[in-house]
């Protein structure tokens, strides 16, 4: 069974560029999750979507960061304009339910992004 | 608010030898806790998770870990380490009324000698 993939696992971008980052959830998992992972801070939750809706974005930064999940099997996180303080490894998970305890995350391998 | 506090930001073990990872919690409510491993440049992967009953949880990869309310702890531990086990190991918790929110600790690198 196909795992969650994200695209792409590698991005090398400059200062002011945007960037877009994608994920495809496992089939019929209707939770989605972006985190950010950086030495300095950690794993941190970005946004939160059940049933392709979001519940809790209060973890994205600010205004330049936006996510979006058009359909069941697809989501995107977008920066723009992008900055080298946004130098991260960006995860993607899904899990069945809306309720982490009930299940576990299936996390993706992640996008690392870095903005010269 | 919750949160988890892993002591030990990297953790050195002989192979054959006991592996011990440190977790406090603190939370207001029950809470429920997990444990995760990330292999280099993967993502994570759920080891074992505690949300009610038995004390002990046990999960993959011979790994089990006992909730200690008495102690707000939740300590990992393995009793044989495999050079294998050479990861990072994540803890986290949740409540039950906002049970999608994992508050991650940050994290013990596990390195494993021969």
């Known amino acids: 069974d196909a795992g969650v993939i994200q695209s792409p696992r590698h991005e090398v971008t400059e200062m002011g560029q945007e960037v877009t980052l994608r994920c495809k959830p496992i089939?019929?998992?209707?939770?989605l999750f972006w985190y950010r992972q950086t030495m300095m801070r950690g794993l941190e939750l970005l946004i939160y979507?059940?049933?392709?809706?979001?519940?809790?974005d209060s973890g994205m930064p600010e205004d330049r960061f936006s996510a979006k999940m058009p359909n069941a099997s697809f989501s995107t996180l977008k920066i723009q304009p992008s900055e080298p303080r946004d130098s991260a490894v960006y995860f993607c998970?899904?899990?069945?339910?809306?309720?982490?305890?009930?299940?576990?995350?299936?996390f993706g391998e992640g996008s690392r992004l870095t903005v010269l | 608010a919750q949160s988890v506090t892993q002591l030990g930001s990297h953790v050195s073990v002989s192979e054959g030898a006991l592996v011990l990872l440190r977790c406090n919690y603190s939370?207001?409510?029950?809470?429920?806790l997990f444990w995760y491993v990330q292999y280099p440049n993967q993502g994570l992967q759920l080891l074992l998770k505690y949300t009610t009953g038995a004390t002990l949880v046990k999960g993959i990869n011979g790994f089990e870990a006992e909730f200690k309310k008495s102690e707000t702890s939740f300590h990992l531990t393995k009793p044989s380490a495999h050079m294998s086990d050479a990861a990072e190991y994540f803890c986290?918790?949740?409540?039950?009324?906002?049970?999608?929110?994992?508050?991650f600790g940050s994290g013990t690198r596990l390195l494993v000698r021969p």
């Open positions: 089939s019929g998992h209707n939770s």
């Open positions: 939370s207001s409510v029950p809470p429920y």
């Open positions: 979507f059940n049933n392709n809706v979001p519940i809790d």
């Open positions: 998970a899904s899990s069945l339910g809306s309720r982490a305890n009930t299940g576990e995350l299936f």
């Open positions: 986290a918790v949740t409540r039950m009324d906002s049970s999608y929110k994992l508050i």
